[in-house]
């Protein structure tokens, strides 16, 4: 909605809020928006990180893994077990194809 668009009581009311937020809590608070070319790393979070590593460990340990597996172990959700694959196939700790039962060889 254009803000030419808004009533304007909702006008009123989003002044209101926007008075009450800093522009330093409006920052903190807004998500992290790639630029051009660039891309967002999801993992960077030292909670993630250290996520990554025990994945990594845990890795180690099998002969082939598969986000599901991942999922269960950790109590992640799919789109995190997901990154973190795509993350390990992108190192070289994972095969990049699946094999007919839908998992990965660790390599």
């Given at each position: 909605?254009?803000?030419?668009?808004?009533?304007?009581?909702?006008?009123?009311?989003?002044?209101?809020?926007?008075?009450m937020v800093t522009p330093d809590e409006a920052a903190a608070s807004a998500p992290v928006q790639p630029t051009a070319g660039?891309?967002?790393?999801y993992l960077a979070s030292p909670e993630r990180?250290?996520?990554?590593?025990?994945v990594c460990e845990f890795t180690k340990t099998q002969k082939r893994i598969k986000e599901d597996m991942l999922e269960k172990r950790f109590e992640i959700g799919y789109g995190l077990a997901a990154l973190i694959a795509n993350r390990m196939k992108a190192e070289g700790l994972i095969s990049r194809e699946m094999d007919e039962d839908y998992f990965y060889r660790t390599l």
């Open positions: 909605m254009e803000k030419d668009e808004m009533t304007p009581k909702l006008r009123e009311m989003m002044n209101i809020m926007m008075d660039t891309r967002v790393d990180q250290e996520l990554y590593r025990k």
